[in-house]
Nanobody
Framework: QDQLVESGGGLVQAGGSLRLSCAAS????????MGWFRQTPGKAREFVAS????????SYAVSVKGRFTISRDNAKNTVYLQMNSLQPEDTAVYYC?????????WGQGTQVTVSS
């Protein structure tokens, strides 16, 4: 079954860190650029970071550059998002998907809440 399962979210104080994981089925993951996205209530889902299949090329939203790091383990069909120096404005539900995203592949996401 084609699915994406995000995990690793939680409640953290400002300045703290979290590491998100996204496990994907092979058909979704293999040979594709993968990305992380986030959404807050009332706002559109926004791009956070992406990583090419090789892992050699990454891209970040301006708001997270220098604080977040995306990586992937192709043997495990898993993509990660290391989030450091978290701020209250990073509070959101975080999702992974191919980049550009495929509508039918959105999972449940994982909630990240950063307290001030």
């Amino acid at each position: 079954q084609d699915q994406l399962v995000e995990s690793g979210g939680g409640l953290v104080q400002a300045g703290g860190s979290l590491r998100l994981s996204c496990a994907a089925s092979g058909r979704i993951f293999s040979s594709y650029t993968m990305g992380w996205f986030r959404q807050t209530p009332g706002k559109a889902r926004e791009f956070v970071a992406s990583i090419q299949w090789s892992g050699l090329s990454t891209s970040y939203a301006v708001s997270v550059k220098g604080r977040f790091t995306i990586s992937r383990d192709n043997a495990k069909n898993t993509v990660y998002l290391q989030m450091n120096s978290l701020q209250p404005e990073d509070t959101a539900v975080y999702y992974c998907n191919r980049h550009p995203p495929v509508l039918g592949y959105w999972g449940q996401g994982t909630q990240v809440t950063v307290s001030s």
